[in-house]
């Protein structure tokens, strides 16, 4: 269990180690760190040079200010304070954390309900809120919430709206219960409103993008079960067509396309909605960018996700192969080799198309990819994720096509896949052991379970 402490405690131990021991304000500090942390101490949540700031009290100062103009419906310096406090709050999770301790959280809403229809005043106090809540999300509550569709159903300024969206991505990072609440809001019905916008600017679809893939994670390790299948299903149905169709719209904005393609592949979770972006020209659109955009890392890596997302649906999978994908997919491997991103992307997509089809496979073998998967496995022989994908690739490229699966051997793989194991152990064991007994090599299988040798009586 981690153990923690006040600021207050923390504050004491510097000041005495600047009144009694005449330490330098440096001194107290890395003394006292050093005290707390040799006893286990977790520090992170803790303002370090708190205590030595005549103003320690700047946050506590911009909270009392807010306050005061709330009470007094007079905003005059509010802006200038909002700003105050915004960089503050930027500097550490420690000093969000105590603005919470402080109230922070019921005073920006407080001015934000007040001023959700001036946007000289808005808009600040909502940036405020986001570098409140930026990994500190417990704070939202059922009025927050409400505050958050209301300003979603009536206002207009599109800054506004785009930092409202940023403070809706925070609460969503790490919170399930927060993603369930703003589901149960109608807040998905809100989303596809402001997608279907005729004038919608590509930073406006970004952060869009953002607010539904925040709403799709599964990084709550406080709760057993989540519901992103769920809201991925609700937000699929509603939003599938119109995400493949803006492919299109802004096919010339590299940094909207990348952010479609991931958002969709968070979303097609089942075999209609694969089939569902096929029918709408999503495959042909993917194509074309790592056509197009050859040269982009970050565009045909995200194609590369999509593509293995989409390969869910047989069907579809089928048509990926068929439509001249392999070289392409084996292309961009070869390319980008220095990067463990795209790597890892593009074995996961030849996993991906080649499970449970040996057809699949051997387009692949013609296209040279064992020499591209084995030299791609070479930079990066540290990177059990990209080791692990590299595995399930041979594997499901080895599976009844044992005669062209030699290609592997001449290159050299049983060496990579051993060393792997060696180097990782059980990270990557279960995966290597698989593709070298798939592969026809000798490899020492482990019985995971065994009888005791008595006879059941029933």
Same mark, same amino acid.
């Given at each position: 269990?981690?153990?923690?402490?006040?600021?207050?405690?923390?504050d004491e131990v510097v000041k005495e180690n600047i009144q009694e021991l005449s330490m330098s304000p440096e001194e107290a500090i890395e003394d006292a760190i050093k005290q707390f942390e040799?006893?286990?101490?977790?520090?992170?949540?803790?303002?370090?040079?708190?205590?030595?700031?005549?103003?320690?009290?700047?946050?506590?100062?911009?909270?009392?200010?807010?306050?005061?103009?709330?009470?007094?419906?007079?905003?005059?310096?509010?802006?200038?304070?909002?700003?105050?406090?915004?960089?503050?709050?930027?500097?550490?999770?420690?000093?969000?954390?105590?603005?919470?301790?402080?109230?922070?959280?019921?005073?920006?809403?407080?001015?934000?309900?007040?001023?959700?229809?001036?946007?000289?005043?808005?808009?600040?106090?909502?940036?405020?809120?986001?570098?409140?809540?930026?990994?500190?999300?417990?704070?939202?509550?059922?009025?927050?919430?409400?505050?958050?569709?209301?300003?979603?159903?009536?206002?207009?300024?599109?800054?506004?709206?785009?930092?409202?969206?940023?403070?809706?991505?925070?609460?969503?990072?790490?919170?399930?219960?927060?993603?369930?609440?703003?589901?149960?809001a109608q807040i998905i019905d809100r989303l596809i409103r402001l997608l279907k916008k005729e004038d919608k600017t590509s930073s406006e679809l970004r952060d869009i993008c953002n607010v539904i893939r925040a709403l799709v994670l599964d990084d709550d390790l406080r709760l057993e079960f989540g519901k992103a299948h769920e809201h991925a299903?609700?937000?699929?149905?509603?939003?599938?067509?119109?995400?493949?169709?803006?492919? +299109?719209? $802004? #096919?010339?904005? @590299?940094? =909207? *396309?990348?952010?479609?393609? &991931?958002?969709?592949?968070? /979303?097609?979770? %089942?075999?209609?909605?694969?089939?569902?972006?096929?029918?709408?020209?999503?495959?042909?659109?993917?194509?074309?960018?790592?056509?197009?955009?050859?040269?982009?890392?970050?565009?045909?890596?995200?194609?590369?996700?999509?593509?293995?997302?989409?390969?869910?649906?047989?069907?579809?999978?089928?048509?990926?192969?068929?439509?001249?994908?392999?070289?392409?997919?084996?292309?961009?491997? +070869?390319? $980008? #080799?220095?990067? @463990?991103? =795209? *790597?890892?992307?593009?074995? &996961?997509?030849?996993?991906? /198309?080649?499970? %449970?089809?040996?057809?699949?496979?051997?387009?692949?073998?013609?296209?040279?990819?064992?020499?591209?998967?084995?030299?791609?496995?070479?930079?990066?022989?540290?990177?059990?994720?990209?080791?692990?994908?590299?595995?399930?690739?041979?594997?499901?490229?080895?599976?009844?096509?044992?005669?062209?699966?030699?290609?592997?051997?001449?290159?050299?793989?049983?060496?990579?896949?051993?060393?792997?194991?060696?180097?990782?152990?059980?990270? =990557?064991?279960?995966?290597?052991? &698989?593709?070298?007994?798939? /592969?026809?090599?000798?490899?020492?299988?482990?019985?995971?379970?065994?009888?005791?040798?008595?006879?059941?009586?029933?």
């Amino acid at each position: 269990m981690v153990r923690v402490i006040k600021q207050e405690t923390y504050d004491e131990v510097v000041k005495e180690n600047i009144q009694e021991l005449s330490m330098s304000p440096e001194e107290a500090i890395e003394d006292a760190i050093k005290q707390f942390e040799a006893q286990g101490i977790d520090l992170s949540n803790i303002i370090k040079d708190l205590a030595l700031n005549d103003n320690s009290n700047v946050i506590k100062t911009c909270l009392e200010k807010l306050s005061s103009a709330s009470e007094e419906k007079t905003y005059k310096d509010v802006t200038r304070v909002l700003e105050t406090l915004k960089t503050e709050l930027d500097k550490d999770i420690a000093r969000r954390v105590f603005a919470g301790k402080e109230n922070a959280y019921s005073i920006l809403l407080a001015l934000i309900k007040d001023t959700k229809d001036d946007v000289s005043v808005l808009k600040p106090a909502l940036k405020a809120m986001t570098s409140l809540m930026t990994g500190n999300p417990d704070l939202l509550d059922a009025d927050g919430i409400d505050l958050q569709m209301q300003i979603l159903d009536t206002q207009t300024d599109v800054s506004c709206v785009q930092n409202l969206l940023r403070w809706i991505k925070e609460c969503c990072i790490k919170h399930e219960m927060n993603r369930q609440r703003l589901v149960e809001a109608q807040i998905i019905d809100r989303l596809i409103r402001l997608l279907k916008k005729e004038d919608k600017t590509s930073s406006e679809l970004r952060d869009i993008c953002n607010v539904i893939r925040a709403l799709v994670l599964d990084d709550d390790l406080r709760l057993e079960f989540g519901k992103a299948h769920e809201h991925a299903s609700l937000l699929a149905r509603a939003s599938i067509g119109i995400l493949t169709n803006l492919l +299109s719209e $802004f #096919k010339d904005d @590299e940094a =909207v *396309v990348g952010d479609l393609m &991931a958002t969709l592949a968070s /979303l097609v979770v %089942r075999n209609e909605f694969c089939q569902e972006v096929e029918d709408a020209g999503g495959l042909t659109f993917i194509l074309d960018v790592m056509i197009n955009h050859a040269d982009t890392e970050k565009l045909n890596g995200q194609a590369l996700k999509l593509l293995s997302a989409l390969a869910g649906n047989d069907n579809v999978k089928s048509h990926i192969v068929t439509c001249g994908s392999c070289p392409l997919i084996v292309s961009a491997i +070869s390319r $980008f #080799k220095s990067s @463990e991103s =795209v *790597v890892a992307a593009g074995f &996961a997509c030849i996993s991906a /198309l080649t499970l %449970r089809s040996s057809s699949n496979a051997g387009v692949f073998y013609d296209c040279g990819a064992p020499v591209v998967i084995l030299d791609a496995m070479k930079q990066f022989p540290k990177s059990q994720k990209t080791l692990r994908q590299a595995c399930r690739a041979i594997r499901n490229m080895a599976v009844k096509n044992r005669a062209e699966s030699r290609e592997f051997l001449a290159y050299g793989v049983e060496s990579l896949l051993t060393e792997a194991i060696k180097l990782h152990g059980p990270a =990557v064991e279960a995966e290597a052991k &698989a593709a070298l007994r798939d /592969l026809g090599l000798k490899v020492d299988l482990k019985e995971q379970w065994t009888g005791k040798g008595i006879s059941m009586k029933n």
